[in-house]
């Protein structure tokens, strides 16, 4: 079994509280708008960290951190992308990637609306984690953890960091 810590959309913007939240957590993923290094560097203090780049990202993130992942965590198929829509209105270069093969879970940031869907029609399950950072449209930020055991997701829970 590991235990997944997942966030959105820092923009730069640290807060000890993933500490707190994550010090249990296997691994961290990042999904998106980073912002600066620094979150990356911190993120990985507390457990390995997989992160993908969005817009907002320079350089040297973008060195650091591919733009699509793709990978196996205990029997699931995971992507990590940017701007991937969600069930039902998918971004148009997704529904070409999900009509050839689906993974057990998409995780997509960018939004900043925190949105976690079965999608029945793929038989796959939809995480946006919202945005964890201060900068964005979003009223609370927020952060999800949960668990990978044998192929099926489990423990999940949605962490309100404070409101803005």
């Known amino acids: 079994m590991k235990r997944i810590g997942l966030l959105s959309d820092t923009h730069g913007w640290w ?3 993933y500490i707190e939240y994550f010090s249990g957590c296997d ?17 990985e203090l507390i457990a390995p960290v997989r992160a993908v780049y969005g817009n907002i990202d320079d350089h040297t993130i973008r060195l650091r951190c591919p733009k699509i992942l793709r ?7 995971i992507w990590i992308t940017h701007i991937g829509g969600y069930p039902g209105r998918y971004a148009p270069e997704m529904r070409q990637e999900l009509a050839l093969k689906h993974p057990n879970l998409l995780v997509c940031g960018h939004s900043h609306l925190l949105k976690i869907e079965f999608d029945k029609r793929r038989n796959m399950l939809y995480m946006n984690p919202g945005a964890a950072g201060k ?4 009223r609370v930020r927020t952060l999800v953890r949960f668990s990978i055991e044998a192929g099926n997701f489990k423990d999940l829970e949605v962490i309100e960091l404070a409101s803005l």
Do not use: M
């Open 135 to 138: 900068y964005g449209p979003h």
């Open 27 to 43: 691994e961290i993923w990042h999904a998106v708008d980073i912002g600066s290094q620094n979150v990356l560097d911190g993120l």
């Open 15 to 17: 807060d000890n509280k």
């Open 71 to 77: 990978f196996t965590v205990e029997g699931a198929e």
